[in-house]
């Protein structure tokens, strides 16, 4: 029977300790065309896993899909992040795959790009094969949204693009309800729907050093190719 | 007269607010030999810069030099980093180049390794040709840390590799005191500054997002090629 591993479970525990309140917060590295690393911070949103495959799990996180990050990820899909809680003194960094999963074209686009599986990103792949529907877990991410979030996905252009002067900013809405109320909430709410993309990242390895234990630990888990973790103890 | 660039302004004044106090932490993005994204939380130690130019601002930090990124940064020396400042809601994004500066080898070695300064890498250069003397940064930066810091660069291997159990650390020294009084305090302390090595991180830009302010806000900065820099208001 496929179990959750031990690297997911002591997250959650130092994701539930009070003293890491709001550490929701990791930085994701990705590699550009020209070999150069890039790294920003996202909201972990939640972890999920393909059905029956608790052994397989996925973090969840979302960007603008008009990001530079997207167009590195088509290119490259390794990702690594750095998840730090400050208060346990726990330093989680996951490697592996990312999968962006844009909006679905209303109709047949072949400018759409859902960027392939890589063949080695088993839960990824066991998603596909399972006939995972990505568009209505992004459209459930995407309603959990504050209105204030995705007001976000509302800027007029790419975010990091050249504006004149922060005039501009005052026409953006800086509110998209959830229950669009007027026209302009509902066209805010389309747009803002258009431009949320669902980010999954898929961890192949994890590096686990607790610097709040001494003396300090470390410890790191592979994924084996069948689905299961070895665990290695570790130099800190 | 070349100035200090206001985003080396924005920072300090980020970190000084007593709503990020302990965010002197940041995480480091590199790129190994396979093209894949890494990246780990560094402590920031200071900024510094060549004499006479404020213009040219780097960062300082510190690693043990038998760790993964000490070799990932021989062959790209490109690194970007995300500093998050959860109380004020601040990201700052610095892209540049990374300089690593192990201990000078008490004898003529042909195996030491101090890495060429890239081209552009102006802040590096400019240090080198005003004769910095690395070495005495270095074990400047060597003595402020504590003696459990210290302890940490002790370890019998590279960071990361494989132990058996928990049981071979209590052999390990825990403290390495800064004024050795025993002769093992003694030979660890070598040990320690040995592996000790300092990292240098000169951006070349920088990207500042206010999270913190209604609307939010976003500033790009870039370095020109005579060492001033351009801000640019865009998208956040």
């Known amino acids: 029977m496929p179990s959750t591993p031990r690297w997911v479970e002591a997250i959650n525990k130092a994701l539930s300790n009070p003293s890491n309140k709001g550490k929701n917060i990791y930085q994701v590295a990705t590699v550009d065309a020209r070999n150069a690393p890039h790294v920003r911070s996202q909201v972990h949103r939640a972890f999920t896993h393909p059905d029956g495959r608790p052994d397989l799990p996925l973090l969840l996180t979302s960007t603008d899909a008009r990001t530079p990050k997207v167009l590195q990820l088509l290119a490259n899909p390794a990702v690594e992040l750095a998840w730090w809680m400050e208060g346990t003194q726990d330093q989680f960094r996951l490697s592996g795959f990312a999968h962006i999963v844009p909006a679905s074209p209303a ?19 066991t998603l596909e094969a399972q006939a995972f529907d990505w568009e209505a877990k992004r459209l459930e991410l995407f309603q959990q949204m504050s209105p204030g979030m995705r007001a976000s996905w509302c800027v007029p252009g790419a975010p990091g693009s050249a504006i004149g002067s922060y ?10 309800p959830q229950e669009p109320q007027t026209e302009e909430d509902k066209k805010n709410a389309e747009m803002a729907s258009k431009n949320f993309a669902l980010m999954l990242i898929e961890p192949v390895s994890v590096d686990w050093v607790e610097l709040g234990v001494k003396p300090n630990r470390r410890t790191i888990f592979t994924r084996r190719e069948d689905g299961g973790w070895t665990e290695q103890l570790a130099i800190p």
Chains 1, 2 share one sequence.
């Open 107 to 125: 109709e047949p686009d072949t400018s759409f790009r859902f960027a392939p599986i890589p063949a080695d990103a088993l839960a990824l792949r």
């Open 167 to 176: 005039e501009e900013q005052k026409e953006w809405p800086s509110q998209v």
